[in-house]
C-alpha cells in the first residue's frame, strides 16, 4: 500500500532521508537536506519533502521548493530527482504528480526538472497530465577513463589554454579557508555587474563554506602573484560533481585562468572518486548571445545529455522560449531577477 506523506524541513525525518538518498537509484545533490538548508538560510526559500512509503518502508520522494513570483505569488520548483529504490521509480513519479495536484490552482506554475539521465522517460507521464516539456542539455564528463585518456580527448584549444595558464605562473588550488571564499564573493559581484546577470547573497556563499566541510562542495581558485582572477564552485555528492557559476576578471583573460581551473576540478573530480562531472548546461549554438559559453564548454569532451523542464504553464513555457533565442526578454529577465520578482 503506497503513501504520500510531505513535511516541512523542521519536520523531516532526516536520518530516514538521508537513508533513502543512499539507496535511491538517482545519486542527486539537489536533492539532499543540505542543500534544502542552504537554499533555506541564504535565498530564503521554502524547502518540503515529500516521501513514498510501501507498507511503512520509504521507497521514493522529492524535495521541493515553494518560492514567491512576482514578490507575491506561490510557485513550486523540483530540480532534480526523483528518489526512487529499485522497481519504484514510476510509482514514484506518479505519486508526486498526483500530490501537488492540489497546488496548481493556487500557484502560478509548478516546475518540474528530474535529473537528466532518467528525464526523458517521463516526458508522456507529463504531457497526460497537462505539462509542457521544454528542452534543454547538459554535457557529463566521463572520468572513469584514465586521467591521459580524459587529457588527450580535450579540444587542442582546451589543452593550449591550460599549457598557457601554466606557462604564465597561474596557481589554481583548491580554496579551503573562509578568507579565500570572501575573497571569491567580492569577484563574484565583480563579475555579476559586468555581466549583467544575478548575484548570489553573501550568506549563500556562507552555506556553501559549510559544504565544503563536509566534502560536499569545492571552490576552486586561481590566482596570479597573489591576487585572486578567477573562481569556479561546484557541488559534489557521492560519485558526482556538478558545476555551479564561474567569475573572472576580464581585464586577465589572456592569462586563460578558467581552462587551468577546469582542468584542475577535473583532476582533483577523478582523484576524489567522481565518477560524472557535470558541466551543467549546454546553450543551443544557434543562441547568439550565448556563443562563447557554448563554445568553451564543447571544448571539454563531454557527451551530450538530453533533458527537460516540464512547466504546467503555457505562458512560463513561451517565456522560456523568448529568453533563450532572444538577447533583450533574457536581459528583462535578468532585471526582474535582480529585483527579487521572479
Given at each position: 500500500?503506497?503513501?504520500?506523506?510531505?513535511?516541512?524541513?523542521?519536520?523531516?525525518?532526516?536520518?530516514?532521508?538521508?537513508?533513502?538518498?543512499?539507496?535511491?537509484?538517482?545519486?542527486?545533490?539537489?536533492?539532499?537536506?543540505?542543500?534544502?538548508?542552504?537554499?533555506?538560510?541564504?535565498?530564503?526559500?521554502?524547502?518540503?519533502?515529500?516521501?513514498?512509503?510501501?507498507?511503512?518502508?520509504?521507497?521514493?520522494?522529492?524535495?521541493?521548493?515553494?518560492?514567491?513570483?512576482?514578490?507575491?505569488?506561490?510557485?513550486y520548483e523540483i530540480r532534480?530527482?526523483?528518489?526512487?529504490?529499485?522497481?519504484?521509480?514510476?510509482?514514484?513519479?506518479?505519486?508526486?504528480?498526483?500530490?501537488?495536484?492540489?497546488?496548481?490552482?493556487?500557484?502560478?506554475?509548478?516546475?518540474?526538472?528530474?535529473?537528466?539521465?532518467?528525464?526523458?522517460?517521463?516526458?508522456?507521464?507529463?504531457?497526460?497530465?497537462?505539462?509542457?516539456?521544454?528542452?534543454?542539455?547538459?554535457?557529463?564528463?566521463?572520468?572513469?577513463?584514465?586521467?591521459?585518456?580524459?587529457?588527450?580527448?580535450?579540444?587542442?584549444?582546451?589543452?593550449?589554454?591550460?599549457?598557457?595558464?601554466?606557462?604564465?605562473?597561474?596557481?589554481?588550488?583548491?580554496?579551503?579557508?573562509?578568507?579565500?571564499?570572501?575573497?571569491?564573493?567580492?569577484?563574484?559581484?565583480?563579475?555579476?555587474?559586468?555581466?549583467?546577470?544575478?548575484?548570489?547573497?553573501?550568506?549563500?556563499?556562507?552555506?556553501?563554506?559549510?559544504?565544503?566541510?563536509?566534502?560536499?562542495?569545492?571552490?576552486?581558485?586561481?590566482?596570479?602573484?597573489?591576487?585572486?582572477?578567477?573562481?569556479?564552485?561546484?557541488?559534489?555528492?557521492?560519485?558526482?560533481?556538478?558545476?555551479?557559476?564561474?567569475?573572472?576578471?576580464?581585464?586577465?583573460?589572456?592569462?586563460?585562468?578558467?581552462?587551468?581551473?577546469?582542468?584542475?576540478?577535473?583532476?582533483?573530480?577523478?582523484?576524489?572518486?567522481?565518477?560524472?562531472?557535470?558541466?551543467?548546461?549546454?546553450?543551443?549554438?544557434?543562441t547568439e548571445y550565448l556563443?562563447?559559453?557554448?563554445n568553451y564548454k564543447r571544448?571539454?569532451?563531454?557527451?551530450?545529455?538530453?533533458?527537460?523542464?516540464?512547466?504546467?504553464?503555457?505562458?512560463?513555457?513561451?517565456?522560456?522560449?523568448?529568453?533563450?533565442?532572444?538577447?533583450?526578454?533574457?536581459?528583462?529577465?535578468?532585471?526582474?531577477?535582480?529585483?527579487?520578482?521572479?
Open positions: 500500500m503506497y503513501k504520500v506523506k510531505i513535511v516541512d524541513i523542521d519536520s523531516l525525518d532526516v536520518q530516514q532521508w538521508n537513508e533513502l538518498l543512499m539507496k535511491s537509484k538517482v545519486c542527486d545533490a539537489f536533492q539532499t537536506y543540505e542543500w534544502a538548508q542552504v537554499q533555506r538560510n541564504s535565498m530564503g526559500l521554502e524547502p518540503y519533502f515529500l516521501m513514498v512509503s510501501n507498507n511503512g518502508d520509504p521507497v521514493g520522494g522529492v524535495m521541493f521548493f515553494r518560492k514567491k513570483a512576482v514578490g507575491l505569488i506561490d510557485s532534480g530527482g526523483p528518489l526512487h529504490v529499485s522497481g519504484n521509480r514510476v510509482v514514484v513519479m506518479k505519486s508526486i504528480v498526483n500530490a501537488l495536484k492540489e497546488k496548481e490552482g493556487k500557484a502560478i506554475y509548478l516546475l518540474f526538472i528530474p535529473y537528466p539521465a532518467i528525464n526523458h522517460t517521463f516526458m508522456e507521464m507529463f504531457k497526460n497530465e497537462g505539462y509542457h516539456p521544454f528542452p534543454f542539455r547538459t554535457l557529463i564528463i566521463d572520468l572513469e577513463r584514465p586521467l591521459d585518456s580524459i587529457w588527450s580527448a580535450l579540444n587542442k584549444r582546451a589543452r593550449w589554454g591550460v599549457r598557457k595558464a601554466n606557462r604564465l605562473g597561474l596557481k589554481a588550488e583548491v580554496a579551503n579557508t573562509w578568507q579565500e571564499w570572501e575573497e571569491y564573493y567580492h569577484l563574484h559581484m565583480l563579475h555579476s555587474r559586468e555581466k549583467q546577470y544575478p548575484a548570489s547573497p553573501f550568506n549563500f556563499f556562507r552555506e556553501m563554506f559549510k559544504l565544503h566541510h563536509r566534502n560536499m562542495a569545492r571552490l576552486f581558485i586561481a590566482e596570479h602573484e597573489g591576487h585572486l582572477i578567477a573562481g569556479s564552485l561546484f557541488l559534489v555528492y557521492k560519485e558526482n560533481m556538478i558545476f555551479l557559476q564561474n567569475a573572472s576578471l576580464d581585464a586577465f583573460r589572456k592569462f586563460n585562468a578558467n581552462n587551468l581551473i577546469q582542468w584542475k576540478s577535473i583532476e582533483w573530480a577523478k582523484e576524489n572518486g567522481v565518477k560524472a562531472y557535470d558541466i551543467n548546461g549546454l546553450p543551443p549554438e544557434e556563443r562563447g559559453i557554448y571544448r571539454w569532451d563531454g557527451k551530450i545529455y538530453w533533458y527537460y523542464y516540464y512547466v504546467n504553464r503555457r505562458s512560463l513555457y513561451a517565456g522560456m522560449h523568448l529568453i533563450r533565442t532572444h538577447f533583450l526578454a533574457w536581459k528583462m529577465f535578468s532585471c526582474f531577477r535582480n529585483y527579487g520578482l521572479i
